[in-house]
C-alpha cells in the first residue's frame, strides 16, 4: 500500500510539478485540494514533473472534506511550523495520509487545533520561516518509506 500526500491548496506550479515528480518514482499517490493557484495545464507545472506525469495517481479533491472521506480508515499527519512532534518521532506506516498546506500560509489553523497529536514539524532554524514544499514533502516521504524499508522500491 503506497503513501498518501496531499497538498493543500497549492499556489505555486513548480512546487507541485516537482512532487508529483518524487510521488511517481516512489509510487506514492497525490492528492490535490482546490482552489489551486495554476492550472493543471500550467507549463511550469509540466516541465517540472517531466515526463512522469502519466505514472502519478492524481486525485483532485473539492474539500478538505472530500479528503477526509475518502481516506477514511487511514491514519492522518499534518504537517507545519505549529507541531510539537518532530516527523522524525513518529512510525509512519504504508497508506498514511501526508497532508501539506499551501506555500504562504500553510494549513489552516482550524485543522491543526482539531488534529493535535497528528501535528508534525520538520526541524529548522527559528528565525526562518519554512522549508521549500517540494522539499519538505521528499523529506517526509523518504523518511516514511525507509522506515518502511522502502517498500516496493529498488
Not at 503506497?2 to 497549492?10: D, G, K, N, S
Not at 517531466?50 to 492524481?58: S, T
Not at 522524525?88 to 497532508?99: A, E, K, N
Not at 494549513?107 to 514539524?121: G, I, N, S, Y
Amino acid at each position: 500500500m503506497a503513501f498518501h500526500i496531499v497538498l493543500v491548496e497549492p499556489e505555486i506550479p513548480s512546487n507541485t510539478g516537482n512532487i508529483a515528480r518524487t510521488c511517481a518514482v516512489t509510487g506514492a499517490t497525490l492528492g490535490l485540494v482546490h482552489p489551486l493557484g495554476f492550472s493543471l495545464e500550467d507549463k511550469y507545472l509540466k516541465r517540472a514533473g517531466l515526463d512522469y506525469w502519466p505514472e502519478v495517481r492524481v486525485i483532485e479533491f473539492a474539500s478538505l472534506a472530500d479528503v477526509d472521506r475518502h481516506y477514511a480508515g487511514h491514519r492522518f499527519f499534518y504537517f507545519s511550523t505549529k507541531g510539537r512532534r518532530r516527523y522524525s518521532d513518529v512510525r509512519f506506516l504504508p497508506g498514511d495520509v501526508l497532508v501539506f498546506g499551501k506555500e504562504t500560509s500553510g494549513l489552516p489553523d482550524a485543522l491543526l487545533e482539531a488534529h493535535p497529536a497528528q501535528v508534525l514539524r520538520i526541524p529548522m532554524r527559528r528565525t526562518l520561516r519554512s522549508l521549500n514544499l517540494s522539499n519538505a514533502v521528499a523529506l517526509v516521504l523518504y523518511e516514511a518509506l525507509r522506515q518502511n524499508d522502502f517498500p516496493g522500491l529498488l
